[in-house]
């Protein structure tokens, strides 16, 4: 069961900015904590940033200063603001429950930094 469906992704220059979203069906999502993971080609799926239900936010030392996540509980959206892009942030990324990911990760959105 597909679960949760993120967009946004695109092919962006260095220093550049990108919206991503993430929307699931489940009227539960306003419980959760949430996360945006990401995974690069032949790396492991990290961890990037991720809110509590009552907003709560924590970011990886990579990105923290650049990112935002937030969440729109009554549209069972997570969001995430990237700016000042860098091409080590090149990946797919994904959304998911924080910590406990549940088996069913969505396609993800692709996000291309250029150098």
């Known amino acids: 069961q597909v679960q949760f469906v993120e967009s946004g992704g695109g092919l962006v220059q260095y220093g550049g900015s990108l919206r991503l979203s993430c929307t699931t069906s489940r009227s539960i999502f306003s419980f959760w904590t949430m996360g945006w993971y990401r995974q690069a080609p032949g790396k492991q799926r990290d961890l990037v940033a991720h809110i509590t239900s009552r907003g709560s936010t924590t970011y990886a030392d990579s990105v923290k200063g650049r990112f935002t996540i937030s969440r729109d509980n009554a549209k069972n959206t997570l969001y995430l603001q990237m700016n000042n892009l860098k091409p080590e942030d090149t990946a797919v990324y994904y959304c998911?429950?924080?910590?406990?990911?549940?088996?069913?990760w969505g396609q993800g959105t692709q996000v291309t930094v250029s150098s």
């Open positions: 998911n429950k924080h910590p406990d990911a549940t088996s069913f």
